[in-house]
């Protein structure tokens, strides 16, 4: 009787283990909390000098953040903003694209039907005066708090144009102005589609839907997701579930405190055709849930290099006054069971960046990882996937760097494009608008003549850029490509810079073309083997 007493009180006391261990845990913590209240106090009351908390409080946050993982971080009221607008798909404000030319606001170009649009304002034109304020030496950074205010108020522009004596007064009423996450879309062949996504938000899948409709009749499509840094989940599961049959599963979560979430196509997919999705370096979070569902499902071959291997689900938390934390709450999971978040070490972020950069830089890197990397299967074909971070594409494209010089290098470093296309756009803007009426003809027929190049060496030497004829003769062909690209995109539309530049330069599209236009020997039997 005795021994089962015994027995009784140690089950007891160990049943009892786990909350005492939970108590201790909760007391400990406790303990730091107060900690913490302690040291605020002690500060605020008798430190020498009197003290701002205000900034310490938010340093203080941002160091625990960043003691924790890469992607937990701290925003505060100018950033949680910005994300707000840059999610929420608009802002409010006026409606022109703009750049600063020799000190001086000039007007790159107007949103369709936007209020500046509406009163008159052309591109080119110079805002000298903002609300009776001369800005002519105006930092870059300081014009959109100018520009930008709440939907109804009024801002009045004092506007110099070539050609006109005196100065032109707009009083503009501000409005909401969209920002678009759908950068192009177009037919790259005959019944074959290109979109190009450049992140998920609010508005994501709406215009996404509408550049397909406009595409009319296809039965292929390149979805391009190169650069997608992610961002609203509901937008990347909606879009990956065009694609797939309803009830398939697209990304799962695990973490400690919460509960697994599941995520799966509602209905079934509006395309059925030859899909291709391209990736690279800069691709994450909702653009690698996207191609690692086609990739799991063998709905589509995913062209490029490596993505990031973004895999942690942020939870935004306010915090009361305007700022907010981004904190990491669960990872995610592809539909075979592969983790897309990269390794990392707690408190290291720096590290974790540089990592990231070597892989890049290094092509070994892979064949260095494969000895580790844990195999996968897909669930149709059941052919083989990795998981070591990130999506890795079923047909690699490595970037072709053979036409990059120095000189190339420090150009662009230096924002001289910029300042050539500027210059160029306000002397012939009318010229090349005459000239080049549609895109198909700028397409067929533009070309910078060796004046306009000597022009960019010119302006290259007025920053600091030592002219070398070997490098410049070397990436001249390239520079070409790649400035002609920018001018279609200030004389028609984003659209037409990609419609422009892929078949050229782009080396992921244009192998993601020939998987299409040979589908049946080329693309459809990657997703079989």
Do not use: C
Request: hydrophobic share 40%; no cysteine; net charge negative.
């Amino acid at each position: 009787m005795r021994r089962r007493v015994v027995i009784t009180f140690i089950s007891f006391v160990l049943s009892l283990l786990p909350i005492l261990v939970q108590a201790q845990r909760s007391n400990a913590n406790l303990r730091q909390l107060q900690k913490l209240n302690r040291v605020y106090a002690n500060l605020q009351g008798y430190y020498v000098d009197s003290v701002d908390m205000k900034p310490l409080v938010e340093s203080a946050i941002r160091g625990m953040l960043e003691e924790l993982d890469p992607h937990s971080v701290y925003l505060d009221e100018k950033e949680m903003k910005s994300e707000q607008e840059s999610f929420d798909g608009e802002f409010s404000g006026i409606g022109v694209e703009y750049n600063i030319l020799k000190d001086t606001i000039i007007v790159v170009g107007t949103v369709s039907n936007g209020p500046a649009e509406r009163v008159g304002v052309l591109p080119n034109d110079r805002i000298v005066e903002i609300d009776g304020e001369v800005v002519i030496g105006i930092e870059r950074s300081d014009v959109p708090p100018r520009l930008r205010g709440d939907k109804g108020s009024v801002v009045n522009l004092g506007v110099a144009r070539r050609g006109v004596k005196d100065l032109l007064h707009f009083s503009i009423t501000r409005d909401r102005i969209p920002i678009t996450t759908v950068d192009a879309a177009y037919l790259a062949a005959e019944r074959t589609g290109y979109i190009k996504v450049n992140r998920f938000g609010r508005t994501t899948m709406a215009e996404f839907r509408e550049a397909v409709a406009n595409l009319g009749d296809i039965d292929a499509l390149i979805l391009d997701l190169s650069n997608n840094g992610g961002g609203l989940l509901d937008q990347a599961v909606e879009m990956a579930g065009y694609f797939l049959p309803a009830g398939s599963l697209i990304v799962s979560t695990e973490g400690r405190a919460i509960e697994p979430q599941y995520y799966y196509a509602k209905q079934a997919g509006l395309f059925d055709g030859r899909l291709v999705v391209m990736i690279n370096e800069s691709s994450a979070s909702g653009s690698e849930i996207v191609a690692g569902a086609m990739q799991d499902w063998d709905r589509g071959v995913v062209v490029g290099r490596d993505s990031f291997g973004k895999g942690l689900v942020q939870s935004q938390i306010p915090l009361g006054d305007g700022t907010a934390m981004r904190l990491t709450i669960a990872r995610y999971h592809t539909p075979s069971g592969r983790a897309i978040q990269r390794p990392y070490e707690r408190g290291h972020k720096e590290e974790y960046l540089k990592a990231h950069a070597n892989r890049l830089r290094s092509a070994q890197q892979d064949s260095i990882l494969q000895g580790d990397r844990k195999e996968y299967y897909t669930k149709r074909s059941g052919r083989i996937v990795y998981a070591d971070g990130g999506i890795k594409p079923d047909v690699r494209v490595e970037s072709d760097t053979t036409l990059v010089s120095n000189y190339m290098v420090k150009v662009i470093a230096q924002g001289v494009y910029n300042d050539f296309l500027l210059s160029y756009l306000d002397a012939h803007r009318e010229q090349l608008a005459e000239r080049y009426p549609t895109f198909e003809k700028f397409d067929a027929e533009f070309d910078l003549s060796d004046d306009d190049m000597r022009l960019l060496v010119e302006l290259a030497k007025a920053k600091g850029v030592e002219y070398d004829e070997v490098g410049f003769l070397h990436s001249l062909p390239l520079m070409k490509i790649q400035i002609s690209a920018i001018f279609a995109q200030r004389l028609f539309s984003t659209s037409e810079y990609y419609q422009y530049i892929n078949p050229r330069v782009n080396d992921s599209f244009k192998k993601s073309l020939m998987l299409l236009n040979n589908w049946i020997s080329e693309g459809e039997p990657i997703l079989k083997r």
